[in-house]
């Protein structure tokens, strides 16, 4: 029997499909490619229309031949909606969704039992609310380690639906994620990712993120690098600045900054100031030798005029980001701003266009420098790894040898067009 997780959204997202694959996997499930997979678990994002639109193209197209079962944000705010998809769809909201993780071992007992497989999912009455069981101990879809330590968001920003769909935030245990991580060393893992949904609130009210990371770095091996999925810029304070000068701490930092008008971020009610996100960015910079740092940034929010619309246009290029993920403002329902006068479609789209530009042109000015430079690069398919400051490179090693996954390769940048790392030994 074949299973498929398919993945929209954050790394959040992806480290939850990891753990709900790898409990599949263990169930005797061969996990494949959606179009040859008998039950199919999306796992959905309710961040822009166009997110939803994909999760409904997808889900229409997988319902053809498979049993789908539809989990996350997406499904969090418009379970209604999704079930109506297809008469294949079963909807798992998100206080439900850790129940995944039972429900392949449920599935292969059915099986076994001589049912078929949407007997044994109508079956299925296992519930669990607990947002830190996704606990992978092996991954299917990537070569670095994924580990959630935080779920939901305090914040209330006026244009966003992750705290209606994901609640409150709430964080594991420090002991607990020093466990989880130095599980996930003895299995042989050489980096390991830290994923949350708004991850710089980890524990904010008493020893934050900073602190985690001192008790990580502490407990973990030298071999053992770190990673961090995206840094709300509110709770990034001095703290955890200073833990990223450590050489485990990987040279790739994503911060969305939605724009860099103070009178727009008060008005989407972003905790924060423009000053605050450049202290930021010097701070990463003198930690690190040229790092990769990457920002979102949002064209056409209410408020946004052409003076702010410049305002942030100049900053981005002044900053120097090595790239920008660019959204077009989409009014989400339930949230503050929906309804609020913004611009034009017109106008917000060619703001994108222009962002997007110069997010390629810096982009290419970042992968260009870093030819003589000497990186650390985690092998992953075939010939094919990702630096320490996240760049995908094709790696050389003596004799034409193939690198092991999940092993970490030191050599030289060679090559920008593809970025190729060549290892002398």
Avoid: W
């Avoid at 760049?391 to 690198?403: F, N, Q, S, V, W």
């Avoid at 390769?409 to 790392?421: D, K, Q």
């Amino acid at each position: 029997m074949n299973a498929a997780v398919y993945t929209l959204g954050c790394r959040l997202n992806q480290a939850e499909s990891e753990a709900i694959a790898d409990s599949f996997a263990k169930a005797g499930f061969s996990i494949t490619p959606p179009s040859l997979a008998d039950i199919v678990i999306v796992n959905s994002c309710t961040v822009t229309t166009k997110a939803e639109q994909k999760a409904r193209r997808m889900i229409r197209l997988f319902s053809r031949s498979a049993e789908v079962i539809v989990t996350g944000c997406y499904a969090a705010v418009s379970p209604e909606e999704v079930a109506m998809l297809s008469d294949r769809v079963v909807v798992f909201s998100l206080k439900e969704k850790a129940s995944l993780l039972q429900l392949a071992s449920h599935l292969r007992a059915e099986l076994d039992g001589g049912h078929t497989l949407r007997q044994g999912i109508d079956s299925f009455r296992f519930r669990s609310s607990d947002p830190f069981a996704f606990d992978a101990s092996s991954f299917q879809y990537h070569s670095r380690a994924y580990l959630k330590i935080q779920d939901g968001c305090d914040n209330s920003c006026g244009y966003c639906r992750t705290t209606i769909a994901r609640g409150p935030s709430v964080s594991l245990d420090a002991d607990e994620v020093v466990r989880r991580a130095l599980h996930l060393e003895a299995e042989g893992f050489h980096e390991l990712m830290l994923t949350g949904v708004n991850l710089t609130m980890y524990d904010h009210e008493h020893e934050g993120l900073g602190g985690l990371l001192e008790k990580l770095l502490a407990a973990l091996g030298s071999g053992m690098r770190l990673r961090l999925s995206s840094m709300e810029p509110d709770h990034v304070d001095d703290r955890l600045l200073d833990v990223l000068s450590d050489r485990r701490m990987q040279p790739h930092f994503h911060i969305p900054i939605q724009s860099a008008s103070d009178r727009v971020l008060a008005l989407a009610s972003r905790r924060y100031s423009i000053s605050h996100v450049s202290y930021i960015i010097s701070r990463m910079r003198e930690a690190k030798d040229d790092p990769f740092i990457a920002c979102d940034v949002i064209a056409g929010l209410p408020g946004e005029g052409e003076a702010e619309f410049r305002e942030t246009y100049d900053f981005l290029s002044d900053t120097g980001f090595a790239a920008m993920h660019v959204f077009p403002y989409s009014p989400r329902p339930g949230t503050a701003l929906f309804g609020a006068p913004h611009p034009e479609e017109r106008v917000r789209d060619e703001r994108a266009a222009l962002l997007r530009s110069l997010s390629v042109e810096r982009s290419r000015g970042y992968v260009e420098r870093q030819v003589g430079r000497t990186v650390e690069v985690l092998a992953e398919t075939g010939c094919e790894g990702t630096t320490g400051n996240y760049l995908k490179a094709r790696i050389l090693l003596p004799g034409g040898r193939e690198p092991i996954s999940g092993m970490i390769y030191r050599g030289t940048v060679i090559s920008s067009s593809p970025v190729t790392v060549s290892v002398s030994s």
